[in-house]
């Protein structure tokens, strides 16, 4: 059976990062589901609700990533779930044919904001980074919303679940990272 990892957590605490890194490891299929939408149009409805903060309809998302997933490869998503419905949806439709592994990488908030900052500055940040408001809105969504998601999946059924500290150094947490995967015996 193939892997089926899932990073979660918070906006700014690395799941664009450390995709990418494992990535660079592996030959995952890949979806991220936050920069598909993002490279909408500006003008389109869905580009619109997330400028301004907001979670796209979960319609949407699961034809989206429904569209994107094969069994050919082991897969690493970026950006889904974000709600307990999308997380019922995913074990619902995948875990019989995938191992899925939830990776909760956590945060302070306070963190997570100096992180959103830094990548402005530095000219990484994304048009809704920029917005304070939206950035309040996606916080406060994800705490909200996201976070009973994330408390869901980890007393699921047959779903292995890890919280990883990433609050340190991007190497150091990486490593965190690679342990537990070890742990649960991923590729």
């Known amino acids: 059976m193939k892997d089926m990892i899932v990073l979660m957590g918070g906006q700014g605490v690395g799941k664009g990062t450390f995709s990418k890194m494992l990535r660079d490891r592996h030959d995952y299929n890949y979806i991220e589901t936050g920069a598909m939408f993002r490279s909408l149009p500006a003008d389109s409805a ?4 997330i400028a301004a903060g907001n979670l796209v309809p979960d319609t949407e998302l699961y034809k989206l990533v429904a569209s994107k997933i094969t069994d050919t490869k082991d897969l690493l998503i970026d950006g889904f779930p ?3 419905p999308q997380a019922q949806w995913l074990v619902r439709n995948y875990a019989d044919k995938f191992a899925i592994h939830i990776l909760y990488l956590d945060v302070p908030e306070e963190i997570m904001i100096k992180r959103i900052n830094k990548r402005i500055n530095e000219g990484g940040g994304r048009a809704d ?3 304070a408001a939206a950035v309040r809105r996606r916080l406060d969504t994800f705490w909200q919303i996201t976070m009973p998601a994330i408390e869901w999946l980890r007393t699921a059924p047959g779903i292995k679940f890890s919280d ?4 340190g150094p991007v190497d150091e947490n990486f490593a965190r990272i690679l ?5 649960q015996k991923m590729k």
């Not at 869905?46 to 609700?49: C, E, G, H, P, R």
């Not at 990883?164 to 609050?167: L, Q």
């Not at 342990?179 to 742990?183: E, L």
């Open 46 to 49: 869905i580009a619109k609700l």
């Open 82 to 84: 974000r709600t307990t």
């Open 129 to 131: 980074d920029a917005d």
């Open 164 to 167: 990883v500290d990433v609050t």
């Open 179 to 183: 342990n537990a995967m070890k742990s």
